[in-house]
């Protein structure tokens, strides 16, 4: 299974940010898909998932986060709004068979696969 991200390097404050994680090797409709996000010189932390039971959210992104598939090109979109210089990050898709909605998911070792990242900046 083969996880990557892709979308824009550079988005202005207050904009969308969108990205997409195209899965190839499996299928998305089984097990859960996971954004993850690793700011600069922070640790890695768990944004939302979605699996065919439904979406989850970490709280603090609720508000503003959207996570969404298709899948007919197998793949996971990420909506981030009102971003702000805060959002700057490398942000990963990663699988994983359980969750536990939360810090537990902030580690790598629940993911069985991972993708390479893309870095988003957010600047003007």
């Known amino acids: 299974v083969q996880l990557q991200e892709s979308g824009p390097g550079l988005v202005k404050p207050s904009q969308t940010l969108s990205l997409t994680c195209t899965v190839s090797?499996?299928?998305?409709?089984?097990?859960?898909w996971s954004w993850i996000r690793q700011p600069p010189g922070k640790g890695l932390e768990w944004m939302g998932a979605i699996a065919t039971s439904g979406i989850l959210y970490r709280p603090s992104f609720e508000s503003r986060t959207s996570i969404s598939r298709d899948t007919s090109k197998n793949q996971i979109t990420l909506r981030l709004s009102s971003v702000t210089p805060e959002d700057t990050a490398v942000y990963y898709c990663?699988?994983?068979?359980?969750?536990?909605?939360?810090?537990?998911?902030?580690?790598?070792?629940?993911?069985?696969?991972w993708g390479q990242g893309t870095q988003v900046t957010v600047s003007s």
């Open positions: 090797g499996g299928s998305i409709t089984a097990n859960y």
């Open positions: 990663g699988r994983s068979r359980t969750i536990t909605p939360g810090q537990a998911m902030d580690s790598q070792r629940v993911y069985d696969y």
